[in-house]
């Protein structure tokens, strides 16, 4: 079809037409939406959480269809991990290669050291000092403690520290820790040497595995402060190295703590007394082995991922986040590890939207004003001047904008005005809703809980990614939102599109959201600017906004219910002459936003 009868089809414009715009007509699809969470974090991370826990809470909220994992490359490829700690001293400083975030060139440090921890009303004395009698290097630890009388025990002791969790382990890795212990006293009913490695948390509470020497175990699982602890016996000679091998990761699957969906969060090693007694026991030599990493660890964790879904009714996904430098999540169809030995200094932000986008995927800038919670007031207006940088540097080209956030560091407001000031500045990135969800307690059914619905042909790696890339998305609240965001033209869909309006043309944009609960309002923004404010008077909302061609750069939605945001959905762009909205890599759109653009004949 020649360009001129094309465009006349476009405007509706043909013999004396409305002067409004109408996309051309799309072939019937068994697409939908998929309500799908973005950025999610289970016992491959630093956090609580367990695989298994968020997925039951992703099937109890009852609308995620898709779970699309997203665990640090670095921490998967334990890149900078430590695996050894040889009790020559109590702390040192470790330079390890870090490139800095964009507004911080800092070298990163290792806090490598011990933590001593001491406790209990019983403990009379204690002591923690280095010794010369080693099996490795030049000295071992020497812990000594006395109690006074009564049942109540007292400890010395500490735990393994770093900065960045770099001591955790994903269970899944089979995880074995090995020690050299030298009790210089008789241990027995009264005084015990415990090592106590904390894994996370399930719905019966936070397991822990306690290896002690000295006190025989009680036979059951026992519940201490909201965690369930199992004893696990060893044995070590008086006076003599014994070198103690604990299986941490065949343990917690043999007593029933979960087995490998579990991180080995801490850490802790005490010597404990009670009932008068005193006690002095060497540490040296503690070494952590795992039987898989990197891609084999990755491969596993596809595994898991696939047979919880299928008990679940969810898909799940395994993508990764691209966290050693800026953090950018990377959903690819065939996920891989990047390259460390290659990239010790992680990737800039560039290179890692490079290196997704060699591999057919898309990605997403993450919490664009940083990783943390609520910050000081007098430190916003610092952390705001962060969103400066994503627009100077369009988004490093990336595909995605975690936009949903009700309250990262910075509110809502803030997010979508970094969104709207790179989609003025011709930006096309779609906005997406994300949780960040590192504990099954937190990212569900409030806080920052944004779950991003994708329009794809099925819920495969594939299509999902390629309705990313098009844009046919809008995010909000899962717990209080269950329906449909749609803006159309003439009745076809054109979120995320882009439409060529020539100046002084108008354009009727439709919206379309079901259904809705009580006492919601609907915000229509052009250009970055509310143009128009109204309450939804029934169960829905079907409204229309007149745009103008020359004037108009872009249209979105959004729906408030009360100060929270409920549902937002993703811009039209309108191209004029002197505005070309392009991806924020610069390439020119995909056929798929294309699919309603033509240039005057």
């Given at each position: 079809m020649p360009a001129a009868s094309l465009l006349c089809l476009l405007l509706a414009d043909c013999g004396g037409g409305n002067n409004e715009l109408s996309p051309p007509p799309v072939e019937p699809s068994e697409a939908r939406y998929w309500g799908t969470q973005l950025h999610l974090h289970g016992s491959f991370s630093e956090g609580q959480g367990t695989m298994e826990e968020q997925t039951r809470a992703a099937a109890d909220l009852g609308d995620v269809d898709v779970l699309w994992w997203t665990d640090h490359d670095?921490?998967?490829?334990?890149?900078?991990?430590?695996?050894?700690?040889?009790?020559?001293?109590f702390k040192r400083k470790v330079e390890i290669p870090y490139r800095g975030m964009p507004w911080s060139k800092r070298p990163r440090y290792l806090r490598v050291g011990w933590k001593t921890t001491r406790g209990g009303a019983a403990l009379v004395s204690e002591d923690q000092r280095l010794s010369d009698t080693a099996v490795e290097g030049k000295h071992s630890l020497r812990l000594a403690a006395t109690a006074g009388p009564g049942e109540e025990w007292g400890w010395t002791g500490g735990r393994l520290d770093t900065n960045g969790g770099r001591w955790s382990r994903p269970l899944a890795a089979g995880v074995t820790l090995e020690i050299e212990v030298r009790p210089e006293t008789q241990l027995g009913d009264d005084a015990r040497l415990v090592v106590r490695t904390q894994l996370s948390r399930r719905a019966a509470g936070v397991g822990e595995l306690r290896y002690t020497v000295g006190e025989t175990c009680p036979p059951h699982e026992e519940q201490e402060d909201g965690r369930r602890v199992v004893c696990v016996a060893l044995a070590a000679e008086t006076g003599r190295w014994t070198r103690l091998r604990l299986p941490v990761s065949e343990d917690a699957a043999r007593l029933g703590l979960g087995g490998a969906d579990n991180s080995l969060r801490r850490i802790e090693i005490r010597l404990e007394t009670r009932r008068g007694a005193s006690a002095a026991v060497l540490l040296d030599d503690l070494e952590l082995h795992e039987e898989l990493d990197g891609p084999a660890l990755l491969m596993r964790e596809e595994q898991m991922a696939a047979e919880l879904g299928a008990a679940h009714g969810v898909v799940e996904h395994v993508g990764l986040e691209l966290s050693y430098a800026l953090h950018m999540n990377a959903f690819l169809p065939k996920i891989e590890l990047p390259d460390f030995a290659r990239f010790p200094h992680g990737m800039a932000p560039r290179e890692a939207v490079r290196w997704a986008h060699e591999r057919g995927g898309v990605v997403a800038y993450n919490h664009i004003f940083g990783a943390g919670d609520d910050p000081e007031d007098d430190v916003k207006e610092e952390l705001s001047g962060r969103g400066d940088l994503p627009v100077e540097e369009r988004a490093f080209g990336a595909d995605l904008l975690e936009v949903g956030y009700p309250q990262r560091v910075l509110p809502l407001a803030e997010h979508l005005a970094v969104w709207d000031r790179l989609s003025a500045a011709g930006v096309v990135i779609t906005g997406i809703g994300s949780s960040d969800s590192h504990d099954p307690r937190e990212g569900w059914t409030d806080g920052n809980n944004y779950l991003t619905w994708i329009h794809a042909a099925s819920s495969?790696?594939?299509?999902?990614?390629?309705?990313?890339?098009?844009?046919?998305?809008?995010?909000?609240?899962?717990?209080?939102?269950?329906?449909?965001?749609?803006?159309?033209?003439?009745?076809?869909?054109?979120?995320?599109?882009?439409?060529?309006?020539?100046?002084?043309?108008?354009?009727?944009?439709?919206?379309?959201?079901?259904?809705?609960?009580?006492?919601?309002?609907?915000?229509?923004?052009?250009?970055?600017?509310?143009?128009?404010?109204?309450?939804?008077?029934?169960?829905?909302?079907?409204?229309?906004?007149?745009?103008?061609?020359?004037?108009?750069?872009?249209v979105r939605l959004e729906v408030w219910q009360g100060e929270r945001g409920l549902v937002f959905t993703n811009p039209l762009y309108l191209a004029s002459p002197g505005f070309t909205p392009a991806m924020a890599d610069g390439d020119e759109p995909p056929v798929c936003r294309r699919a309603a653009l033509e240039t005057s004949p």
């Open positions: 670095w921490r998967v490829a334990r890149h900078t991990f430590l695996s050894h700690f040889d009790f020559e001293s495969g790696s594939r299509d999902l990614i390629e309705g990313l890339r098009c844009g046919r998305v809008f995010f909000g609240d899962p717990a209080r939102f269950s329906g449909i965001a749609e803006l159309s033209i003439g009745g076809r869909p054109v979120q995320g599109q882009i439409l060529e309006l020539t100046p002084g043309r108008e354009a009727t944009v439709e919206a379309r959201v079901q259904p809705l609960p009580p006492d919601c309002r609907i915000r229509w923004i052009s250009g970055g600017q509310v143009v128009r404010e109204e309450p939804v008077l029934g169960e829905g909302y079907d409204g229309q906004l007149v745009v103008t061609g020359g004037e108009t750069r872009f």
